[in-house]
Structures are given as C-alpha cells and as structure tokens.
C-alpha cells in the first residue's frame, strides 16, 4: 500500500476514533470496534466501552467513515477488516486486513495459505461396493409416461412440457459435459428437454439438459473461515450412501426448489451408495446432504405409487404429490447434547456434547461407529480411554484437567480443542498421526515446543503469550489468535508469519495504525473525514 493512501486511512481510524471518545460514558476504560465488510455487503460487527467493573456499554451512536475506509484499502472485492481501539487519553491503535477475520468468539484468523486446506472425509471412504447404476433407462420412461398421464387425470388436462432436444443435439450436449448423467436420466430427456417450471418432481423445477449440463448450480467452496475441521460433513442416512464432503463435482442438479435447494444426481457415492442416486443439496443441506432414492427411476416410481394410493393434494392446478421427500437428517438420531449419564446405546449418535462430565462415564460409547466430535463440559477429569475405539475426528474440552495420553496413537483424531485450569501434557500429540488442528489458547500447557514438532498440522491457535512461548511455528495454512488481543499485539503476532510462511504487512495481508486524537472536552470528530 502506498504511504498516501495509508496516510488517508489513518485520518480516517483518526476520525473514528474521535467519534468513538465522543459519545464515551462516564468512566470508560477503553473504547473498541470491530467490523468486517465486504464489497456488496454493509458492516459487520459491534463496538462498545470496557467499564472499570468490567460490563460493557454499547455504542450509543452510529460511525462515519467506515465506508471510506473500505475505498481507501483498495481491497476490492476482498473483504476488509477493521479492528481499532480507542482509549480516553487520545491514543488510538488498528489493524486493516483482508486475511486476518475475527468470529463471535472473539479469535482472530489469518489465513495464510488459503488453498491449503484439510482433506475432506469423503476423500478417504471406499468406492461403492456396487458400482453399477440402480436405475433403468426403458422402466424409467414407462414410469414417467404413466407419470404424466396420471396427472393428467387428476388435473382434468394435459401439461405441457417442452419437446426433447434433436437426438444430436443431446449427444453433443452430453459429449461437452466434463461428467456422466445416469442413463435413466439420460433416457427422461428423450420424452422432455426439463418441465418448464411445472415442478413434477416433489415440487422441484426439471432444468433443460443445457443447464445440467452447461451451468453449475451449486457448489460451495471450502474456506478456512468456515472452521472446516470443525465442521466436517457428517454421514448421511443411510449411513455410508453419501461422500462425507461439503460439495463435489459428481453431484449434479437436474431440478431446483427455488429456494437455494436442489435435486442432484450423484455419481460419486460413498460405500453403500449407487452411481445415479438421488441426493438433496442446496444452501440448507451444506456438509449434509440427503439421501433420496438409490435411482430417479426408483424416485419416480415413488412418485406413481404415491398418486396410486391418492396420496396428493390438487388446487388452481398444482399438483403436491405426497411421496414422502426426505427433508433433513435426523439431528435427535445423530446428535446428542445434555448431561451425565449419556445414551446406553449411542450406535447412531454423530456428535455427543455433555454439559457436565460430573461422574461422567464414556463407555457406553465404546465401539460407537459413527461417533466423530465429542465436547466435554465440567470439572472433571474424565477417562478418555473409551474414545480409542471410535472414529472420533475432533474433541473438544473444557475441563479442569484432561489426561490426554489415553487417546495415544489414535488413528482419526484430526482437531483438539482445550480449556484448562491444570497444565496439560502435550506429548500424546505427537503419536496423533492424523493432527491437524489445535486450538490451546485457554488451556494451561506443559512443552509447548512439543507443538513444533507437529509437521501435519494445517492450523493453529494460541494465545498471545503462548505464541510468543512458541519457537518454530511450522508451516501453517491458519493462524488463530485468541485471548481478546489488542490491535498491536495482533499486528506483533501476525508479524511473525513474514518469513515466507505468510503475507507482508502492507502485501494483501495487514496494516497496523497507531496515533491520536484531540481528547480535550468538546472537540468532536477530529480529523474531518467521512464516508
């Protein structure tokens, strides 16, 4: 960044920091901002007053400037985050970024490798035990014949549907597309090119062959501020039928509910899946996809049977047909949250949370084959032994004490989690050999170095003190900052990636600001800038 424009955004934090003083109440300690914004999106955040009994009090007055900022950064289209803090003698302190966020816990992110990100489960699960397609093509076209006309029967008329494309024009279509449709699907385009926004597939919207093939209607990127591997795709129902993954190139939407959801093919199944499945994606199934039929021959059979049974509501000629579409996963048989003692038979159970680990006994879950995020709760200690014999993926606790060398070797183990009062021996981590994330930050550690011999892990967090304990950092893709630093301690910490694992200051990565205001009684916004 060039020293004028620089020079610009720190009269503009100058303003805001005076306006932020302003509007003060009596007795402040310190005076803070955080905002995030993006080039089509308004601010984010909060801003408020510590108070010397510790309460805060929250900004009584909006705060101009903030959008000139975002100009000044020249950051577009990238976000932009803004931390500042302001203190009644008149002395200010920021941090401008694009890779360094902050979430609503307060930990601060820095993404330096973006591209670097954790392998997905589904990446590792078998192919499907039966690799051919489910579906028919020539029972799927009697089924969609039988279908239409069952429709029409009951509407009184005829829908209209859209000719098939030229048999050579499909061919050439399908010949383009980088993947494979099924050939039951394939087949419905010889009878219709899409519905024309009829909606004959429980209510979903059949695109035309040209936009399943030529448009790709969903499929969400991966990012570090997502937390990924604390929110890694859970199994499907049944388990096992969908790639644990958050979105892939094999599942392709052939129809749309309008409201960011879609019916997709799936030609890339987990172990007990078929090529062709139907499954349920969109903005409301990200990381859980939902299986719907082992074919869309096999869907639209459902389809007829559930008009056979006069399973349907009919109205201003809308026909809702009854045939029981699956929604979403079943959380209360997949997750588990709630006191001491837990479920006798957890075989389903995904995620267990228990508040409080008082006279907690995990074994019960021994065995648990699809058990993969635990968060413990309480006083404790707690025997981890039982989490040996599960696919346990990320543990999270917060407890007084955690012995960790129960869970020496274990094979799945890819995040953890600690709060503790005890100091925690981190040695075990070193037998984890699929560790890729740590997040210490509010627990007391023993050999803190141990963390450098961690070659495989991708993100880390720690506190400002910790960080500054540690030596060799490693290669990281994330760092994460916890304990509610100020702005020059984001800015010492963030330094401290400049030796080629991360960005530069003032190179896409941050700007730190320091100075001050006019703090005498009534001098306003100094600084005149605006926006």
């Known amino acids: 960044m060039d020293d004028q424009r620089k020079d610009a955004m720190a009269e503009v934090l100058r303003s805001v920091a005076a306006q932020v003083a302003a509007g003060a109440p009596q007795g402040w300690r310190r005076g803070w901002v955080h905002a995030r914004r993006g080039p089509s999106w308004s601010w984010q955040g909060g801003s408020g007053y510590e108070m010397p009994d510790g309460t805060i009090e929250g900004l009584r007055a909006g705060l101009h400037g903030l959008a ?24 200010f302190e920021a941090v401008t970024s694009q890779a360094i966020t902050r979430d609503d816990s307060g930990r601060f992110l820095y993404v330096l490798r973006p591209d670097t990100l954790p ?13 051919t397609p489910a579906g028919h093509p ?44 099924p050939p039951d ?4 385009y010889g009878e219709a090119d899409g519905d024309d926004e009829i909606g004959l597939f429980h209510g979903h919207l059949w695109f035309t062959l040209e936009s399943v093939t030529t448009y790709v209607h969903h499929r969400p990127e991966r990012r570090w501020t997502d937390d990924p591997l604390w929110s890694m795709a859970a199994d499907g129902e049944p388990p096992g039928t969908i790639r644990r993954q958050l979105s892939s190139p094999s ?12 019916l997709a093919v799936d030609m890339d199944p987990g172990p007990a899946g078929r090529p062709g499945q139907v499954i349920r994606v969109g903005i409301h199934y990200d990381g859980a996809p939902v299986h719907v039929a082992d074919s869309v021959t096999t869907m639209l059979r459902r389809l007829v049977e559930a008009l056979d049974r006069g399973d349907y509501e009919e109205g201003d000629g809308y026909l809702d047909v009854g045939a029981r579409l699956p929604s979403y996963l079943d959380d209360s048989r997949t997750y588990w949250r709630g006191h001491a003692p837990i479920p006798k038979k957890p ?26 995020r635990v968060a413990l709760f309480g006083e404790g200690p707690v025997d981890l032994r039982p989490l040996r014999d599960v696919p346990l993926e990320a543990l999270e606790a917060e407890l007084d004490a955690v012995d960790l060398d129960a869970l020496a070797g274990h094979p799945t183990l890819r995040a ?29 550690v ?10 495989g892990l991708l993100s880390l967090t720690l506190s400002p003190g910790q960080w500054s304990r540690l030596g060799r950092r490693g290669p990281l893709a994330a760092a994460g900052l916890g304990g509610d630093p100020t702005p020059g301690q984001v800015s010492r910490w963030a330094a401290g990636f400049e030796d080629g694992e991360g960005h530069e200051e003032g190179h896409g990565g941050y700007e730190y600001f320091a100075g001050r205001f006019d703090a005498s009684p009534g001098a306003g916004a100094a600084g005149g800038a605006g926006g």
Do not use: C, M
């Open 251 to 262: 599942w392709i939407p052939f129809a749309t509910s309008t409201g960011g959801d879609y």
């Open 68 to 91: 000139k900022l975002y100009q000044l950064s020249g950051v577009s289209p990238a976000d932009l985050t803004v931390e500042l803090a302001v203190e009644p003698s008149g002395r």
């Open 347 to 372: 075989r389903g159970i995904q995620s267990l949370v228990v508040d409080e680990v008082r006279h907690l006994d995990l074994e019960p879950v021994r065995g648990a084959p699809h058990l993969r």
């Open 416 to 444: 953890v989690r600690l709060r503790t009062r005890e100091p925690v021996d981190l040695g075990v981590l070193r037998t984890l050999p699929r560790l890729e994330g740590l997040d210490l930050a509010e627990a007391a």
């Open 138 to 181: 020539e029972e799927a076209v009697r089924l969609f014949r039988e279908y239409v006309r069952r429709r029409a029967d009951i509407l009184g008329e005829e829908e209209v549907l859209p000719d098939p494309l030229d048999p050579a024009e499909r061919t050439a279509l399908l010949d383009a597309f980088p993947g494979d449709l």
């Open 446 to 455: 023993r050999d803190l170095a141990v963390i450098g011999e961690l070659d």
């Open 119 to 131: 392998r997905e489960p589904g990446a590792d699960q078998a192919p499907p035990s039966n690799p």
């Open 185 to 188: 699907l394939v087949a419905l």
